[in-house]
């Protein structure tokens, strides 16, 4: 087993905690701790994608590794070059995304083991679900899909509720139960409470936060349930609210959409600076605010997953728009994930919505986890164009 | 002695154009040439053939923006304006009513729409790959043996245009060979190159909404083929400048005429 991945999350923890980012350093040490137990101590884990409920996870004695959040440290950490390639040479599926390319090749260069499962759902991307389906069949490994309707209505969150609590029980079969219901729903509950307070600072105090480390702690979602979620967010709610406003002045807020480069995240960074602006939201960090209770833990894990902002586009569209008034938002980049089906297509009417409020908007397109798909010559043009008009335009809201 | 004389430049991938304006903003001259592997040498040329062109000596230029790509490299210049703003302003200098500009350059293709002031309100821009750019047209036009001068022409004489399914300038490339092999008329495989391209940059256009009059600058505008295609799968007239290479180097001239009023 290559352990390069375990020894650089116990780097970057231990570079966060002499950074004085104890709540960075701790949420790293978590997954390192789960890297070591599937690695070095050969526990078993199931492998599942991003919206099944970590709650429901947190319930059993089994790890769980979520493919895009550790597709996202290998990119970070430049473990694979050219993942999108290379994965195409070794039985990967054809219409599969870059994050399921990387995850396949940690699979297959050994760094991660094989899992015990795969758990996989239909939304945000079918994709994913499709390349779960195609390993579970290569390695002989038992699949747990969770089909998601595709529209919202009361009936439909009964027949997500089914679905998710069929998949408890085929879970209870196959692996100890670790945590009561009730425990996982009070982490959670408490978690999702400082992640609200966290949004409400932010949105009263955009110039302290820095938005890129709310995209690198967006897949705490992934561990809400899990006993110390709500530590890690209280830690960084404390060192937000510690945190000297470092007085931006008057200069113009913009909001990103979408994720981000994950090889290039000092790119916000470059932006604030050659732009002349702040970077004041980012969509991910939003858990919702649908808490559970015990007794309706399935109907409210689908509940929360089908009134996600994310789950039709005009609910996206409408708390975009929010947030441009909320924040006084003069302008909107979009990150673009190459051949993604599930953020891109509202482009055009993100576009559209800005040319209505009279800000720019850029779309830059590349991949957040292959560098070989990200044109920086190109991104640096159009970002120069997007200064300019931001710089010139006068929003209407 | 100074006049009040003012200079854009526009250094593309493949060429580096100039254009002067005087103080009513009446074009004095333009020149195009070649880019090459330094842009100090072709800014230097570029200068040198436009000064000549007026009749006047460098110094006399009161002041110069600079525009596209290799823009950094042109020193002495008062500042550096995007290619976008720039054929935003030029475009609309030439023509006001055009609310939608198609530039098709060596490298890039871009679809920018314009307000009513001459700024760019949005755009798209094809990166990474040659797809809808002069350069597809550059090696397809090798893969047929002709002269990229002669292609938009020899593509009008055609009955039919053979599909060419492929945009990728790669696979389209080997689409051209497979149909020269199979003996397809040649003006017909000529012919689908062009409505491959347009078909491209419809999509680019459907992706920023067209809002006509729609205008069609850069150094592809010149090709008639393309100029009629655009034509009919746009469903609209499109303005054609005179010059349609040099109106990016034209809009930043304007800029420089503006910085000093």
Known sequence: ?397 | MIMNLYLGIDIGSVSTDAALLDSQKKLRAYSIVKSGFDHQIAVKEVIGDICRKAGITPEQIRRTVATGYGRRNVSGAYKTVTEITCHAMGTHFLSPDVRTVIDIGGQDSKVIRINEYGYAETFYMNDKCAAGTGRFLEVMAQAMGIGIEVLGLAALTAKKAEPISSTCTVFAESEVISKIAEGKPREAIIAGIHQAIGERLRGMVSAVGMRPPLALTGGVAKNQCMQSVLKNLLQTDIFIPEEPQIVGALGAAIFAADSVS
């Open chain 1, 1 to 397: 087993m290559d352990h390069t991945l375990l020894a650089k999350l116990d780097l970057t923890a231990r570079y966060h905690t002499s950074i004085g980012q104890h709540y960075m350093a701790a949420y790293l040490q978590n997954q390192y701790n789960l890297l070591k137990n599937i690695t070095e101590k050969q526990k078993q884990y199931i492998a599942a994608t991003y919206y099944i409920p970590g709650e429901l996870l947190a319930c059993f004695d089994v790890e769980a590794v979520f493919l895009e959040r550790f597709a996202g440290f290998a990119a970070a950490w430049r473990l694979l070059d050219h993942p999108v390639a290379r994965a195409d040479t070794i039985e990967f599926p054809a219409d599969g995304c870059s994050y399921q390319a990387l995850f396949h090749l940690l699979l297959t260069e050994k760094i991660i083991p094989k899992p015990a499962a795969f758990a996989a759902m239909n939304f945000a991307c079918r994709n994913a679900w499709q390349y779960c389906k195609s390993e579970t069949q290569r390695h002989y490994l038992p699949f747990f899909h969770v089909d998601v309707p595709r529209v919202f209505s009361q009936r439909q969150i009964c027949i997500l509720a089914d679905e998710l609590q069929t998949l408890y029980n085929r879970l209870c079969k196959m692996f100890p139960i670790k945590a009561e219901i009730q425990d996982v729903v009070h982490a959670s509950n408490e978690a999702l409470a400082v992640q609200q307070e966290m949004n409400a600072y932010r949105r009263a105090h955009p110039e302290k936060c820095s938005t890129i480390d709310f995209l690198k702690l967006f897949p705490l979602y992934n561990d809400l349930g899990k006993p110390d979620t709500p530590d890690i967010l209280q830690g960084f709610l404390k060192r937000l609210t510690e945190t000297a406003a470092p007085g931006t002045g008057n200069i113009p807020r913009v909001l990103w959409l979408g994720i981000v480069p994950l090889y290039k995240n000092s790119l916000l960074t470059k932006i604030e600076k050659q732009g002349h602006c702040k970077i004041v939201w980012e969509e991910m960090f939003d858990f919702g605010n649908i808490k559970l209770s015990c007794d309706s833990f399935f109907p409210d894990l689908a509940k929360r997953i089908l009134t996600s902002r994310f789950f039709t586009q005009e609910s996206r569209l409408a708390d975009i728009l929010q947030s441009v008034k909320d924040f006084g938002a003069q302008g909107i980049i979009h990150f673009s994930q190459r051949n993604c089906r599930f953020l891109p297509p509202a482009v055009p009417l993100i576009r559209q919505m800005a040319q209505e409020l009279h800000i720019p908007f850029l779309e830059l397109r590349g991949d957040a986890v292959d560098p070989g798909y990200f044109d920086e010559q190109a991104a640096a043009m159009q970002l120069e164009q997007f200064y300019e008009q931001l710089h010139r335009s006068t929003p209407c809201i």
